[in-house]
Every structure is written in structure tokens, then in C-alpha cells.
């Protein structure tokens, strides 16, 4: 087993991934190091409504072979946080990845998403969201 990650080496992965792949700065970054299989990068993207996310999430999406989306309506309903998941890995082991930003609740982008809900989102929905569609199927 590996040895797990330093904050200076997990730090320097995320930050060499995003300078790599011409990602924009993030509005925050958290690192998470509790143990070997718990080593995880959050980033915050800075974005300003659905489109802009959706885009944003995209580029990271494009900079990996496999990744996850889904939904997840916070409990007091008004807002909608768009997750990427994936992992990242280095000279000195992989992490887990959480990309995500939040939107305002909208009932046409999000028609079966009740408060405190998670929904998986296909990379089609994704797309149409960030060329400003709503009216593709889930």
C-alpha cells in the first residue's frame, strides 16, 4: 500500500491538474488527507448560474477519462449543487476529486428534484445546460 499523500503533494497534484488543462483559479479549494483511501480534493468552482457551472464542470470533465455527475437539491430547496467525481493521480498516488458549484433552484432545469434529493445527471443534460437548455430528459 501506498503511503498516503502529504498536503503539499496532494496540493501540488490538484494545482499541476489545473495549470496542465488551463482550468480557471476556483473560489476554494479543500484537501481532505484522514487516510490513505479518504485523500480527496474539493474544489469550488467560482461560476454564476447554471450555464456558466455546467460549462465549468465540463472543462474539468474533458481533462478525465471517467467521471460521475449528479445533483443534489439542499434541504431548504432553493439551491442545486452540480458534482463532478472522479480521481486524480500523481508521482505519489491517487486522490478522489469533487468538482461542484451551486445554482439557484429552477423548476424547468430540475422538474423531479425534491429538497434534500440526489439524482444522477447524464454528460448530455450536462451539455445542454451549458448551451442554456433546459429541455433535455435526465
Not at 487516510?35 to 448560474?49: K, T
Not at 480521481?87 to 434534500?116: E, I, M
Request: hydrophobic residues 45%.
Amino acid at each position: 500500500m501506498n503511503a498516503p499523500m502529504t498536503t503539499a503533494q496532494l496540493a501540488a497534484l490538484i494545482a499541476g491538474h489545473m495549470a496542465e488543462h488551463g482550468l480557471p483559479e476556483p473560489a476554494s479549494l479543500h484537501l481532505t488527507l484522514s487516510a490513505p483511501d479518504q485523500q480527496e480534493a474539493r474544489v469550488q468552482l467560482h461560476a454564476s448560474g447554471l450555464a456558466d457551472t455546467a460549462t465549468r464542470l465540463l472543462a474539468w470533465a474533458n481533462t478525465q477519462a471517467a467521471v460521475t455527475f449528479e445533483v443534489w437539491r439542499t434541504p431548504d430547496g432553493d439551491r442545486v449543487h452540480l458534482d463532478l467525481r472522479t480521481s486524480l493521480t500523481g508521482a505519489h498516488g491517487t486522490a478522489g476529486l469533487l468538482v461542484y458549484g451551486g445554482v439557484d433552484f429552477d423548476a424547468v432545469a430540475f422538474p423531479a428534484l425534491r429538497p434534500d434529493e440526489r439524482q444522477p445527471v447524464l454528460l448530455g443534460r450536462l451539455a445542454a445546460w451549458a448551451a442554456n437548455r433546459t429541455e433535455v430528459a435526465a
